[in-house]
């Protein structure tokens, strides 16, 4: 099946790199599927995924009709290479323990939930309506992993191991949160999508909140990651568009 | 040249065949009374055409429901309808009416409590009573439950788990 470039412009690339990271983020959750510690979790997991498997497929089918190619969702999350994909680094690292899911749900959540609210007002209406949906989607997630991270933090001393450990992994990979680019800036400026700086200050009250119950001293604002939203990723992006790629790729004409 | 009565007539039919459809995960309740259909009309070219709105951005009963959809205005001889799914506005838990909120009690799930959805980030629980037995002494065991817009909680009185309708 052959492959596809979307046509970018600011607004199309915006809205990939917000679909391709809902997209991603979730189909690593989905990987807990039937794998976690205890019954509630697993569904818990798998209702985070679902919903932001629900904001993709939005996200996507609203980058198609901006496009006007005549694309359909499925052809954004199928027939494009890692290369063309624009989601954060944080997101396609691999699966990981427990912990490191919690906290990286965490940090992605504690992001999503001030950025959605801020789009609800955009300019785009249709953005903005999947803005009011996604938001109180964000404001489950938000709670459901920051509890975690404060009963982890503050567990056993494995539990607390794990959760230091994921922390010093997933820290460098925050900061491509907060980036601007002069396609970002060209939609910041026409009100369609907010400004990372409007996000800051909630996100910090967020995070220093909840690493201050959990006992975690929050990391130095150091060197970061940066590269996914221009589609420089990791190795293990390929891997897993293999997995998520290979039945529509397999067979372009199946139906379900 | 179809009269206006017969336009009526066509849409009264309409919105009845979609008023009886109801929700694959929950069959006590019609879709009219959770809030999910929007609109029934009758556009220019005769066809009908339906709006429904998702409950949550992920929720895969909305395919079942525009299919069930597409039967029941089939079956009622008014032909193949367009069924739209539109998000703005953004669908609430406000919009299930008292009969709704009565059927998710009948079915063992606890209806929404109002204004609840806009509490604090991290902060005590809300009041929900249980369904089985309407005692107040209930807990939650998890934020996320069987389907995208049920959390899973328990009754300390009666010891019974239930669902209940997450706050929107």
């Known amino acids: 099946m052959t492959t596809i470039a979307v046509a970018e412009t600011p607004l199309t690339l915006g809205l990939l790199r917000l679909a391709d990271t809902a997209l991603v983020h979730s189909h690593r959750l989905s990987e807990w599927c039937g794998h976690a510690p205890m019954l509630e979790e697993d569904l818990a997991l798998a209702n985070i995924a679902l919903d932001l498997l629900g904001q993709a497929r939005a996200l996507y089918t609203h980058a198609a009709a901006v496009e006007g190619a005549g694309r359909t969702e499925d052809d954004l999350a199928y027939r494009r290479d890692a290369p063309q994909f624009r989601n954060v680094l944080m997101a396609e690292l691999p699966r990981g323990d427990f912990a490191f899911t919690i906290l990286r749900g965490f940090l992605l959540a504690a992001h999503a939930l001030p950025f959605w609210q801020a789009t609800a007002g955009s300019r785009d209406a249709t953005l903005a309506a999947i803005a009011a949906k996604a938001e109180k989607e964000a404001a489950y997630h938000v709670r459901h992993c920051g509890e975690w991270v404060i009963r982890l933090g503050d567990g056993t001393g494995e539990s607390r191991r794990r959760m230091l450990e994921a922390l010093d992994t997933l820290w460098p990979f925050t900061g491509e949160l907060f980036e601007v680019d002069d396609a970002d800036r060209a939609v910041i400026a026409d009100g369609i999508l907010p400004d990372p700086a409007v996000v800051r200050a909630p996100w910090d009250a967020t995070i220093d909140r909840v690493f201050a119950e959990a006992g975690l001293d929050r990391p130095a604002e150091g060197w970061m990651q940066s590269g996914g939203r221009w589609g420089r990723h990791t190795e293990h992006l390929g891997h897993l568009l293999a997995v998520m790629q290979h039945l529509p790729r397999a067979y372009p004409d199946a139906t379900w | ?168």
């Open chain 2, 1 to 168: 040249m179809v009269s206006l009565s017969d336009r009526d007539r066509t849409l009264a039919a309409a919105r009845a065949a979609c008023a009886r459809v109801v929700d694959p995960e929950i069959p006590t309740l019609s879709i009219a009374d959770l809030g999910v259909l929007r609109d029934v009309r009758l556009g220019a070219d005769g066809v009908i055409e339906v709006d429904i709105t998702p409950t949550y951005s992920g929720c895969p009963a909305m395919r079942a429901i525009a299919l069930d959809i597409e039967a029941a205005i089939e079956a009622a001889g008014l032909g193949r309808p367009r069924v739209s799914l539109v998000l703005t506005p953004a669908w609430t838990t406000d919009w299930i009416t008292p009969a709704g909120r009565e059927a998710l009690r009948r079915a063992g799930i606890a209806p929404p409590t109002p204004g609840a959805g806009r509490r604090a980030l991290f902060g005590a629980d809300e009041l929900v009573p249980c369904p089985r037995c309407g005692a107040t002494d209930t807990e939650k065991l998890s934020e996320f439950g069987s389907t995208a817009c049920k959390a899973l909680w328990r009754c300390r009185a009666c010891r019974e788990p239930f669902d209940y309708f997450k706050c929107h």
